[in-house]
Nanobody
């Protein structure tokens, strides 16, 4: 079982910054990809950013140049630095990971509980 604990959400004015963190704990052999998704009211959950174990990153077009994803493999933690926030960034942000467990050949996934980010205009 893997648990993801997110932190760093909150209320910020447009143009401000927030840094989200997500720490993984539990039983796993290694973590492959890590990422952040978000879901705004009435909308589908969408990918915001992802990062592979090798450090390759991918971003949604709407956040390119404003958000930066990073990870600390020693701490099993992924971060999302969000700058120049806009009201349309308001959503619940979820972290997720793809990980491997000993004795299996299938990658598994886990999701965090979500953290609210609200950007006021």
């Amino acid at each position: 079982q893997v648990q993801l604990v997110e932190s760093g959400g909150g209320l910020v004015q447009a143009g401000g910054s927030l840094r989200l963190s997500c720490a993984a704990s539990g039983t796993f052999l290694s973590i492959d990809a890590m990422g952040w998704h978000r879901q705004a009211p009435g909308k589908q959950r969408e990918l915001v950013a992802s990062i592979t174990s090798g450090g390759s990153t991918n971003y949604a077009d709407s956040v390119k140049g404003r958000f930066t994803i990073s990870r600390d493999n020693a701490k099993n933690t992924v971060y999302l630095q969000m700058n120049s926030l806009k009201p349309e960034d308001t959503a619940v942000y979820y972290c997720n990971i793809v990980y491997w467990r000993a004795g299996t050949s299938i990658a598994l996934g886990s999701w965090g509980q979500g953290t609210q980010v609200t950007v006021s205009s």
